[in-house]
């Protein structure tokens, strides 16, 4: 049955969805642009409230339902396609899942393909050296090490201060890495990358290279992401009770110019391996971002850890993800992808969090 509608019918329906639109993209450009100031906050979330009682009333409730989730659920959105200079939708095979690929102009992504756990809009400026305060949150001496920032020291309640750090990253730029080795960052992260240079991978391609190189087949199809939770965990409490964090020691806190967390590989460049260029393991970490909510928290010598907000819900798709991760660290000690599988599912038994929670990687130096 097809169902014709006059031509002021649709005129007016299609104002109100362009001022929907426009209002949703104003919410995401103006709280993206709020600098972590909890006063500004108020006041720009006032301001969208007060311009959502002014849609008409056929968007005024998803209006206001906009305006309330941008300004409680800690700011996690990615912001939408910009209207200027948008290029035609690109098609990928079937099961391929690429990176987000933004234009990076003057440190700030004019557009963003999906959404993401944490994003910032622009990269944030490194502190300068001493006891800083980034996003409202106080943080012992430090300095810049390059590319990064870094506590002069371990800090015991590292995981707590990264945690709420990484609530303010949308704001900050700055997304906050452990280290919790007794050697400083300094020798271990000389190999930094672009992270635009994972905008020109191809996922699926690049763990088929590294398999086929160790002796295995291909990758025939990713796995399929898994549902997001309306509230995300802590990814930092995710992973100090997963048991890897050094407690007797603290940990240092890394902060990292990025605009997400799995683009930390490239820019930090602590892993170092000749399994694969730091391009490609960003753009696996990306894409696992993007699938499973999976957060780099911590960092080390050719060594990485995700916390996860989402894994598999299903044996099937748990396989298809042990297979990727076996091609990410081939050298690992990860065992079987069939071994592997049951670990990595939501309702995986035992007390032992890592796989479900959180994932570890190493690589031989």
Avoid at 66 to 76: I, K, L, W, Y
Avoid at 264 to 284: H, K, M, R, S, Y
Avoid at 351 to 360: H, Y
Wanted: proline share 8%; net charge negative; charged share 25%.
């Amino acid at each position: 049955m097809r169902i014709r509608v006059d031509g002021g019918t649709a005129a007016k329906a299609a104002g109100i969805v362009a001022s929907f639109g426009l209002f949703a993209w104003g919410v995401q450009a103006n709280v993206g642009g709020v600098d972590g100031n909890g006063a500004a906050q108020s006041r720009m979330c006032a301001q969208l409230r007060a311009d959502a009682e002014r849609m008409p009333a056929e968007t005024r409730d998803r209006a206001r339902q906009t305006a309330d989730e941008a300004c409680e659920n800690g700011f996690h959105t990615v912001p939408p396609a910009r209207r200027v200079a948008e290029s035609a939708p690109r098609t990928f095979p079937a099961g391929d899942v690429r990176p987000t690929a933004p234009a990076e102009r003057a440190g700030s992504v004019a557009r963003a393909r999906t959404d993401l756990p944490y994003f910032a809009v622009r990269i944030g400026r490194l502190p300068r050296d001493g006891a800083a305060t980034v996003g409202g949150v106080a943080l012992p001496q430090g300095s810049r090490r390059g590319s990064y920032w870094a506590t002069d020291a371990p800090t015991p309640n590292a995981a707590a201060l990264a945690a709420r750090l990484a609530k303010a990253f949308p704001q900050t730029g700055l997304w906050p890495v452990l280290w919790d080795w007794e050697d400083t960052p300094d020798g271990y992260t000389d190999q930094t990358t672009k992270p635009s240079a994972a905008d020109r991978v191809d996922v699926r391609s690049a763990l088929t290279r590294v398999l086929q190189a160790y002796g295995g087949g291909e990758i025939g199809a990713l796995a399929a992401a898994s549902p997001r939770p309306e509230r995300l965990p802590d990814p930092f409490a995710q992973l100090a009770d997963a048991g890897d964090l050094k407690a007797e020691n603290g940990a240092a806190i890394l902060l990292v110019p990025v605009h997400r967390p799995a683009d930390t590989i490239a820019a930090l460049g602590a892993v170092q391996t000749e399994v694969a260029p730091n391009e490609d393991l960003t753009a696996v970490a990306r894409s696992w971002e993007e699938r499973f909510g999976a957060i780099v928290t911590k960092a080390g010598p050719s060594e990485v850890a995700f916390s996860i907000a989402a894994p598999p819900t299903d044996d099937g798709q748990a396989l298809l993800l042990a297979a990727e991760q076996i091609a990410f660290s081939p050298e690992g000690d990860l065992g079987e992808a069939a071994d592997l599988a049951p670990a990595l599912r939501r309702d995986a038994p035992g007390d032992d969090t890592t796989g479900r929670e959180a994932w570890f990687f190493g690589w031989p130096d």
